[in-house]
């Protein structure tokens, strides 16, 4: 709406009148509404206004007033006026007597908050109009305008101070939950506050409501006689998961809500205990993930693999369109969405009164059962038409038959997985979805590219412990220690080096890498990109996918090469959707850098084999099997005398990072460096 | 035969079988499914299965030790221990649109087809006309999605006179055998 011209204030038009802005709505009311009487008082509430309206026009005002807000009283207080401060009603208190001494009868000095508080519930303001913010002076004064007023209906203000007894009652029941509430929070382990001492903050605070109360409590760690009874008896769930919250507010603020004498290392160590049993994890699992997250986010964690993922399908685009399979699903009754704007093909099922997993169109190969994370190693691999690729442990093959999907069944796939029980399912997908590009075979990936190489892209989706998929499986929470970790790190170096290998870096379209895992580790992730890097020309490149958090440059001891910043983690609890490690690396030379060479005598040198391959076979040779792996075989092979070296042999073996580590925090930055340099001269 | 069709086994063993099997339900349009625009397709044996592969496929997985591979291109089916081939429903989307004798099946007993039931003359929908007793048909739903494969029980004509509960379908390979019978279909 414009506003009206008006011609005696003509607005200065030319080159500075943009300069001046509208002046707004103010300006323009201002000329409709009366000038504020006192600009130095603050905005007033309605019934401030009548209040003050009142004690302008002094003791005639009071008659009219009164009668209007006597049925008003009768309704029930509610419970946000118990958080009235005590100071204002001093206040109140001394503005009236200074008012009016015949008040001295009626009004009765503040015994304790919760007469005062009973008291302030009964009135409310006139017309229902709750307000926070009128203190009580109105009510006291209300009431002693009342008391001299007959009503128009004849009753009496003073029974209005009378409650009615059902309003007593549920006064006294309120009083008495918050007791109750109080006394719950209390538990023997847990601080001894007084109610009193509660409130008493409470007051002190915003009138906003503190509807948990255990934030403010102390939070005393358990003596040991009390540890000795919790061990004694079954857990109880309820006491731990409190203890766990309030643990948590402490170390958030250690150094104010700390007990003294108690360092921080007991606090965690509480934690730690309490939070295993609580979710059922192992003690080791739980030390690496509080290294891995911050303290609050590692609940968030802890509660989303909880719960499951949801279940997601993509779109077989060589039969389908995805508006068209939505439709039919939607026909046969499933609830679903496309699963977000990163994804073309993908759709999350929220509900379904067929099953998902053998209607018409699963049967017909229309689309693939798979987690949202699964699809994107694969947008990260960007496979092209007419290329050769490779997908190391393909089973059960929803990757594969995407790689298939976006090549439109050109080029070749060689789907590998050394499991050929799970081959089977691979083969059932790859005919169900119509791929007619792949080929299957069962081999161990640590043979290529001796069974076949120069492939221009290769996709790794390493065997890895599993801790990004603990919603899947909850057995992975206390079987995996740290012996599992490290195996399975050796083994996706391993695997990783061989995928390298397997791509012919001078490939016009291709030249790419993608690594990835389900696991959150660092050691299985950050670990096993970085040795890479230092081992064969590779160098990492940005995966092409937007979100996601960045990978770790540095942790705990370890440093590794800066540009791990661009590798992609996924967590249940921020993306909702499986912990995943996703690193594209390209290959810039197919020549493989020698070992580097240090301080160590030329003996040691001599008798190790240089190429990496080669010390690579070697175990395969006398390796069948990816499980079970024979780890005692491989230990003993690397020669003794590797272990004082910088090279990184050393880290093949599944030694604990603890004892090289002093070496390595000097030796991967000078040697990368030399790495660079020396890429095919030595 | 065309040019470069390699198998490892005889392929004038394959050729009986698909003499048997091929012309029963395609016949001479089996030239269609070789010659493919996009190049030359093949057959090759492989641990008593069929392949049907592309001759790029074929060369790119020649270097791959015998007992690793698995699978190569589309398995159209295998031969049985007496030299009987039989038909996969892997080989469905490629037979399909080839397939001379069709038969519609009904929404109603869609479901029960892909359970490996036979089909009633009450869930027939259509069948194209001149089919002749015994003759492999493809299977498909009234919404022309391919289902699977079978052979005619009776001719269309007889089809017309016999009683609702008889059977005029017999079932040999449905798409609800990727679910059921996964493991069997290496």
Redesign the interface.
Known sequence: MGRKLDPTRKEKRGPGRKARKQRGAEVELARFLPPEAEAGRKKLSSHARRRAAKRRLGVAGRTAPGGGRRPAVKEQGDPEKEGRPVKTVGQALQRQSGFNDDNAKWLIPAKGKKSLSKKTSVELSSSGEVEEDSWEMEEEEEDGSSEELMDDYGALSSEEEELLPIEKAALKQKADNGDLSEDDSEEDEVAEETSRQKTGQEEKEDADLQLNLEIDEEFKLPTDEQIEKETAEPPDLHVIHQRIKSNMEVLQNFGVKREEGRTRQEYLALLRRDMAAYYSYSDFLLKMLMDIFPLPELINFLEANEVPRPVTIRTNTLKTRRRDLAQALINRGVNLDPLGKWSKTGLVIYDSSVPI??T?E????HYMLQGASSLLPVMALAPQENE?ILDMCCAPGGKTSYIAQLMKNTG?I?ANDSN?ER???V??N???L?V????????DGRQFPK??GGFDRVLLDAPCSGTGVISKDPAIKTNKDEKDILRCAHLQKELLLSAIDSVNATSETGGYIVYCTCSITVEENEWVVDYALKKRNVRLVATGLDFGKEGFTRFKDRRFHPSLKSTRRFYPHTHNMDGFFIAKLKKFSNAIPKTQKDEEPAAAEATNPSADPETVTEPQAKKKKLEGSKIAQEQKKPQPALKNRHSLQGQRRPLKAVRPSPHKSHAPVPNRKKHRVKQNGQ | RGGGRKTRGHWGNTEDGSDVVFPCSIGENIQLLVDRPDGTYCFRLHRDRVY???E??LK??A???R?????????FGKFTKTQKFRLSV?AL?FLAPYAKYKVWVKPGS?QSF?YGNHVLKSGLGRITENTAQYQGVVVY?MAD??LGFGVAAKSTQDCRKVDPMAIVVFHQAD??E??RN??T??
């Open positions: 997993g053998a018409p699963y049967l017909a190969g050769r070749m060689l050929a081959l089977r399912s083969v059932g790859l005919h169900r119509g007619t590009n792949a080929v299957v075979s069962n081999c069974v076949l | 049907y592969v592309s790029k496929l790119g997985a270097s791959i030790p007992d690793s591979l698995v699978a190569l291109g589309t398995c892997t989307d869609e892909l739903s999605v391919p798409v609800g990727y679910v996964e493991d279909l290496t």
